[in-house]
């Protein structure tokens, strides 16, 4: 079974920059769609961004123009570059990973917190 494993994160200021990185280690094949998703205190998983195998991205509004994800095909990992955090970007961030056909598949979240 494909398994998600998470790094990066931690504290940083407003303005500032962080990086996450996601791989899938044991993943025969690339995934058909892999991605970031957070989640702040008493709210909802909200989108991110997500890059298909074919290399489209989608990228939520509240992040748009600030954050860059990049996929590595022959590693099979994704990493999401952070640039102007604001403190409403804190929360926890869960890699995403899809094979059509499958159920969904989730990292255990890594925390990212913005200070004032």
């Known amino acids: 079974q494909v398994r998600l494993v998470e790094s990066g994160g931690g504290l940083v200021h407003a303005g500032g920059s962080l990086r996450l990185s996601c791989a899938a280690p044991?993943?025969?094949?690339?995934?058909?769609?892999m991605g970031w998703y957070r989640q702040a205190p008493g709210k909802e998983r909200e989108l991110v961004g997500t890059?298909?195998?074919?290399?489209?991205?989608i990228y939520g509004d509240s992040v748009k123009g600030r954050f860059t994800s990049s996929r590595d095909y022959v590693k099979k990992t994704i990493s999401l570059q952070m640039t102007m955090l604001k403190p409403e970007d804190t929360g926890v961030y869960y890699c995403?990973?899809?094979?059509?056909?499958?159920?969904?598949?989730w990292g255990q979240g890594t925390q990212v917190t913005v200070s004032p």
């Open positions: 890059i298909t195998d074919g290399g489209s991205t």
């Open positions: 044991g993943a025969i094949t690339n995934p058909n769609v």
């Open positions: 995403y990973a899809k094979y059509l056909r499958y159920p969904d598949i």
